[in-house]
């Protein structure tokens, strides 16, 4: 059993996920890494300064860049980037719908030209996992066919039917004993999301992710199928909401059992200067800031808030000074790691729905 549940406060829970590099606490929070890279940090910084056990990479674009040849070389990214802890790594489906040109999909798979390029390529779930297995990620996902938000009921359960069959072929061409998660997709309809439950849950994975949220979708739309959802997914499985989010959407989803999160937003914020606070998310660049000796919050303890003011940063930001970007990452992603073992804590004394009240109330977004 790769996944141990500890104790639960309601639907929130706290578990223990074992993995080939470590195992690793829920509920808890991936760094993107796309390109075997979170940017602006090197591996120290992240299991040092920032204290992260685990990093998302992407299987779409470690494809095309550095390519599968170079990672063999390596045997894996692990080796390539010297990361020693955990990977996971999305199987690509959600870039070739948003990023590559001229995609023609078929039960077959799906060509697609490069958007880097616009060289051709044609993934297959069999295709996925032999990448996936090549970059030796930890966690591996299967090949899931993405739709966008304000599609049709007809359009998401053609993707539905598709994603249920490539499952299938990605766990039969599976051979590492790296875990592989199910994906479950239905768009917007509970009862195509309850169908494609049964159906990929009926396949067995090592855990399963709620995909096709965060696509452009109304917060309430995306409140609405995690609230549903959620509570119905194996409870001895660890449960991945991918792509979000906020710090507020974070605590609804712990709330209704999510165990596992990634999203770009705490390392893309850090870079336009965005940085949040236990107060709710400050923009460094004004010109209030422009004397302020205070760190970016009082009650943080990362490297960034115990050495440097907030005048400071803001004059490395404004400068384009490149250390602007590594400070204000460790900072940003040393409150999400910090946010999540909080909640953790919570969880185990019985006292989550206290905290999650508490947190809300100074966190003004």
């Known amino acids: 059993m790769s996944f141990k549940l500890l104790k639960k406060d309601n639907l929130a829970r706290v578990g223990i996920l074992k993995t080939n590099h470590g195992e690793i606490k829920t ?14 940090v090197c591996p120290e910084d992240l299991t040092k300064k920032i204290g992260t056990k685990i990093i998302l990479s992407n299987t779409y674009h470690l494809y095309l860049r550095p390519g599968i040849e170079v990672l063999k070389k390596f045997n894996g990214l692990h080796n390539f980037m010297n990361w020693k802890k955990i990977i996971l790594t999305d199987s690509g489906g959600f870039q070739v719908y948003s990023l590559a040109r001229l995609r023609r999909k078929s039960d077959e798979g799906v060509e697609f030209q490069s958007h880097i390029d616009g060289s051709k390529h044609f993934f297959t779930p069999e295709k996925v996992i032999e990448i996936q297995e090549i970059i030796n990620s930890d966690i591996m996902m299967i090949f899931d066919d993405c739709v966008e938000y304000g599609k049709d009921e007809k359009e998401y359960l053609r993707a539905m039917k598709r994603t249920t069959k490539w499952a299938e072929r990605c766990k039969k061409s599976k051979k590492s004993s790296n875990l592989l998660f199910g994906i479950i997709q239905g768009g917007f ?34 409140y609405k199928i995690i609230d549903f959802l959620t509570p119905k997914m194996p409870e001895n499985k660890p449960r991945y909401l991918m792509g979000v989010g906020k710090p507020e959407d974070i605590l609804f989803a712990v709330e209704k059992g999510i165990d596992m999160f990634d999203c770009v937003l705490p390392t893309r914020n850090a870079r336009n200067g965005t ?4 107060n709710g998310p400050i923009n460094i660049k004004k010109e209030i800031y422009k004397k302020s000796e205070e760190p ?58 206290d905290f999650k009240i508490e947190f809300l109330k100074k966190y003004q977004n």
Do not use: W
């Open 189 to 222: 309809s509970e009862k195509l999301r309850i169908i494609h439950l049964e159906e990929i849950t009926s396949i067995g994975f090592d855990g399963y992710a709620i995909g096709g949220l965060s696509v452009g979708e109304p917060k309430e739309e995306m």
């Open 27 to 40: 509920p808890f929070f991936m760094p993107v890494g796309t390109y075997g890279s979170v940017k602006s």
């Open 275 to 278: 940085l949040f606070t236990s």
């Open 296 to 353: 970016i919050d009082e009650n943080c303890s990362c490297y960034t808030c115990k050495n440097f003011s907030k005048a400071y940063l803001r004059h490395l930001f404004i400068n384009r000074e490149l250390l602007a970007y590594r400070l204000n990452t460790i900072h940003n992603l040393f409150f999400y790691i910090e946010l999540m073992k909080k909640i953790q804590k919570s969880i185990e004394l019985g006292k989550f729905n």
